[in-house]
């Protein structure tokens, strides 16, 4: 069985820094580039950040270039997004999904069919 599973949610003040983690099973981790996705409540679900099958490509949102950094533990299945200087802004459930397109120079990441359950980030005073 596929499973991803993304944690490390939490309540932060603003400034604050997290860091999500993205367990895998049930698939080969290596073959698949990595994608953190998130949604705020009443808006769209927009793509923060992903990481190609050895690592050796990311890809940021504007809105989180040069704050969050994502990385890859391909002998522990596992995927993080390191987030730093968090603003209220960045308040969202935060989802992991394996990716199906990743193309960096043209700033393309298109999620797949496997996905995480969620984990909620809250930056609040």
């Known amino acids: 069985e596929v499973q991803l599973q993304a944690f490390g949610g939490g309540l932060v003040q603003p400034g604050g820094s997290l860091r999500l983690s993205c367990a895998a099973s049930?698939?080969?981790?290596?073959?698949?580039?990595i994608g953190w996705f998130r949604q705020a409540p009443g808006k769209e679900r927009e793509g923060v950040s992903c990481?190609?099958?050895?690592?050796?490509?990311?890809y940021y949102a504007d809105s989180v270039k040069g704050r969050f950094t994502i990385s890859r533990d391909n002998a522990k299945n596992t995927v993080y997004l390191q987030m730093n200087s968090l603003s209220p802004e960045d308040t969202a459930v935060y989802f992991c999904?394996?990716?199906?397109?990743?193309?960096?120079?043209?700033?393309?990441?298109?999620?797949?069919?496997?996905w995480g359950q969620g984990t909620l980030v809250t930056v609040s005073s």
């Open positions: 999904a394996t990716i199906d397109r990743l193309r960096v120079g043209a700033r393309i990441c298109i999620p797949g069919d496997y």
């Open positions: 049930g698939f080969t981790f290596n073959d698949y580039a």
């Open positions: 990481i190609s099958t050895l690592g050796g490509r990311t």
